[in-house]
């Protein structure tokens, strides 16, 4: 089992920065990739960017250029550093943690874990 848990968001002007932080617990050693999604209201939750454990990174076309994820293994913390925020950033943002684990027979299988997630709203 892994254990996710998120911080940093709030209130910011557009133009302004956040960072968010997403502290791993648990089974942390099983993580792959990590990385952040967000949910617009109304809208479906969308990748935003993601970390593999070797440290390659993949962005959504809307922040590259604005947006950084990093990991820091030996605090089992992954972040994002927002720049440049604008209105459309204004989301709920979860954690998520792509983990292969063992089962109970002994076989190997990838789990999904998500975080309870962090708002950012970015007012105009």
């Known amino acids: 089992q892994v254990q996710l848990v998120e911080s940093g968001g709030g209130l910011v002007q557009a133009g302004g920065s956040l960072r968010l932080s997403c502290a791993a617990s648990?089974?942390?050693?099983?993580?792959?990739?990590i990385g952040w999604y967000r949910q617009a209201p109304g809208k479906q939750r969308e990748s935003v960017a993601i970390?593999?454990?070797?440290?390659?990174?993949n962005y959504a076309d809307s922040v590259k250029g604005r947006f950084t994820i990093s990991r820091d293994n030996g605090k089992n913390t992954v972040y994002l550093q927002m720049q440049r925020l604008k209105p459309d950033d204004t989301a709920v943002y979860y954690c998520?943690?792509?983990?292969?684990?063992?089962?109970?027979?002994?076989?190997?299988?990838?789990?999904?874990?998500w975080g309870k997630g962090t708002l950012v709203t970015v007012s105009s």
């Open positions: 998520n943690a792509y983990a292969v684990v063992l089962t109970p027979t002994g076989g190997l299988e990838g789990m999904h874990y």
């Open positions: 970390i593999s454990s070797g440290g390659i990174t």
């Open positions: 648990g089974s942390t050693s099983s993580i792959k990739d």
